[in-house]
């Protein structure tokens, strides 16, 4: 971690503990200035599979995004080309007679459809974790195969009349594959380091290179090259086929996702964590940004004295408040210990890092960055909060229920509620206590020390959300059905609108729990308000008005 950003985290954790005292609390402003991007928008929402289709259009898949976009290759400009939730894309394929084809990674389905405007078609299903696909050009066999949630290779039938044929199990992880001129298969083996070869008929698999730190991907070049894209390492590498010899091309930045390559020899990579495609020259050595953004998923939000802290799914940043300058502390695949964020709790000393897909809450030393330990096998956790005593707080979706975990290693366990309507995000008080958002349209009030029953602060909200208290005492919540913050006086009774018509509320896809990427809310000392956008994955403020 270099010099610079150990100094900005330390200081941000002295300020923690102090930011209350600094200025006397903002009094309550009249009205509220309009939403001011400070983290620009970007395209997708993680950025996966990329592939060129015979009218030299560049295609990009997004899993979170639940979407299949087309990429203008000269000028970056991005629209949607399958929209939600059919469009969920990890890998695309297009097949000689120009079908298209696609992975719904979480669904565990495999869609086509043969030509623009031609019906879509479900070919595969109940595959869990199906992730890279492609065909064979000579006969048009479609080939895909399962990784993370899965290890498999399966032949599958492009009409969708025959059952998959299983061809190979438990490899390694065969990600981003594609089918070479001689029939065979040529990808990397993501948890072993390797690049392989795999004969469809009978499975027969041939390392080619070892060595990766995680190749995400591989293709060719029609020239006796495979170039790798290695995710932990950020490097893209050729890989000469008739020696397996290995030459980085170009470092790049970690959390590399796919690559394709255009018909004039341009290589495309796509960057999970930046939302980003980069074109990639191989005769110039030249790299060109075609498109890309400062934040991947923004989810889970608090402030900390001038900087929040935003849990993006694929990474973790630090963003000041005043200039919008985002900074990485992690990113995906280069800390092995991050487990997609989608929220964010603070401590005076600890971060904690929740991911209701892996079930996990991560709790990361604020001085050294380094995880002191994970919280597995929670079910569906969606919120967490690292406590002064050394104990967390965690709310899970599926049970309705908030816990406190304490001991050594967490086993300990106190309910301190139960039978929510699917709690969402989490803050503490002013007063001690912790108030919770329900998905079931509530922002409830429940005391740590159990002085007193649960008690609804509001009800009748419409999907709220990120929560924050204000100086003076009121809370901001995100509704993000009605997508609005709205300001909720619980001494009066009273709320009001401190925004509307905004970019929150992405729509889960199928399998997936109903606040799916929460919309993180924090309110800073002098008022302003933020809020992650997680339609259009920016990060906006609001300055009151006095």
């Known amino acids: 971690m270099n010099r610079i950003l150990s100094s900005a985290l330390l200081a941000s954790t002295l300020a923690f503990a102090a930011c209350t005292t600094v200025a006397p609390p903002a009094t309550r402003p009249a009205a509220w200035a309009a939403p001011e991007a400070l983290v620009a928008p970007s395209s997708f929402a993680g950025v996966h599979g990329l592939a060129v289709d015979g009218k030299g259009r560049l295609l990009a898949g997004s899993v979170v995004g639940n979407t299949l976009w087309e990429v203008d290759r000269r000028t970056g400009a991005a629209r949607v080309l399958v929209n939600a939730p059919e469009g969920q894309a990890d890998d695309i394929a297009v097949g000689p007679k120009g079908e298209l084809a696609w992975t719904n990674y979480i669904m565990g389905m495999l869609r086509m459809r043969d030509a623009d405007g031609a019906p879509m078609r479900v070919v595969a299903k109940d595959l869990p974790g199906l992730n890279s696909l492609d065909f064979d050009r000579r006969n048009g066999k479609l080939y895909a195969s399962q990784v993370f949630l899965g290890d498999a290779l399966w032949e599958i039938d492009p009409a969708g009349q025959k059952p998959p044929r299983?061809?190979?199990?438990?490899?390694?992880?065969?990600?981003?594959?594609?089918?070479?001129?001689?029939?065979?298969?040529?990808?990397?083996?993501?948890?072993?380091?390797?690049?392989?070869?795999?004969?469809?008929?009978?499975?027969?698999?041939?390392?080619?290179?070892?060595?990766?730190?995680?190749?995400?991907?591989?293709?060719?070049?029609?020239?006796?090259?495979?170039?790798?894209?290695?995710?932990?390492?950020?490097?893209?590498?050729?890989?000469?086929?008739?020696?397996?010899?290995?030459?980085?091309?170009?470092?790049?930045?970690?959390?590399?996702?796919?690559?394709?390559?255009?018909?004039?020899?341009?290589?495309?990579?796509?960057?999970?964590?930046?939302?980003?495609?980069?074109?990639?020259?191989?005769?110039?050595?030249?790299?060109?940004?075609?498109?890309?953004?400062?934040?991947?998923?923004?989810?889970?939000?608090?402030?900390?004295?001038?900087?929040?802290?935003?849990?993006?799914?694929?990474?973790?940043?630090?963003?000041?408040?005043?200039?919008?300058?985002?900074?990485?502390?992690?990113?995906?695949?280069?800390?092995?210990?991050?487990?997609?964020?989608?929220?964010?709790?603070?401590?005076?000393?600890?971060?904690a890092l929740t991911s209701w897909f892996t079930g996990t809450v991560q709790l990361v030393d604020r001085k050294t960055l380094k995880t002191t330990a994970v919280i597995h096998g929670l079910k569906a956790p969606v919120d967490a909060i690292p406590m002064a005593d050394g104990s967390v707080v965690f709310a899970e979706i599926a049970t309705g229920s908030v816990t406190r975990a304490s001991g050594p290693t967490f086993e300990k366990r106190d309910v301190l509620a139960s039978g929510l309507g699917g709690p969402v995000q989490m803050i503490l008080g002013k007063d001690g206590a912790l108030y919770v958002t329900e998905a079931a349209g509530k922002l409830t009030r429940i005391p740590l020390d159990a002085s007193a029953p649960l008690r609804p602060v509001a009800e009748g909200l419409a999907m709220p959300e990120g929560v924050s208290q204000t100086p003076w005492g009121t809370f901001i919540v995100a509704e993000t059905a009605a997508r609005r913050l709205v300001e909720i006086d619980p001494a009066g009774n009273t709320r009001r609108v401190v925004a509307e018509n905004l970019p929150i509320g992405l729509e889960p896809g199928p399998g997936m729990p109903p606040p799916y990427v929460p919309t993180g809310v924090a309110v800073g000392a002098d008022g302003t308000v933020y809020f992650t956008a997680d339609r259009n994955n920016a990060l906006y403020r609001i300055r009151p008005q006095r």
């Not at 004969?199 to 006796?224: C, H, Q, R, S, Y």
């Not at 020696?243 to 390559?261: C, E, F, M, Y």
């Open 166 to 351: 299983l061809i190979k199990k438990d490899m390694g992880g065969f990600n981003g594959f594609e089918v070479g001129p001689d029939g065979m298969l040529y990808g990397p083996l993501w948890f072993k380091g390797q690049v392989v070869k795999i004969d469809p008929a009978n499975g027969a698999l041939t390392v080619i290179a070892d060595g990766f730190k995680i190749p995400a991907a591989a293709n060719l070049d029609g020239k006796g090259n495979l170039w790798v894209v290695d995710a932990r390492s950020g490097e893209l590498v050729r890989v000469e086929l008739a020696t397996g010899r290995k030459t980085v091309a170009r470092q790049l930045k970690p959390s590399l996702d796919n690559l394709a390559i255009a018909p004039d020899g341009t290589i495309y990579v796509s960057n999970m964590a930046d939302n980003s495609i980069e074109a990639f020259n191989p005769a110039t050595g030249e790299l060109r940004l075609l498109t890309g953004g400062k934040l991947a998923v923004p989810a889970g939000l608090k402030i900390d004295g001038n900087t929040l802290w935003v849990a993006d799914v694929f990474g973790f940043r630090q963003i000041d408040a005043g200039s919008g300058a985002v900074t990485d502390v992690f990113r995906m695949q280069r800390e092995p210990e991050l487990e997609y964020p989608f929220a964010v709790g603070l401590s005076a000393t600890h971060f």
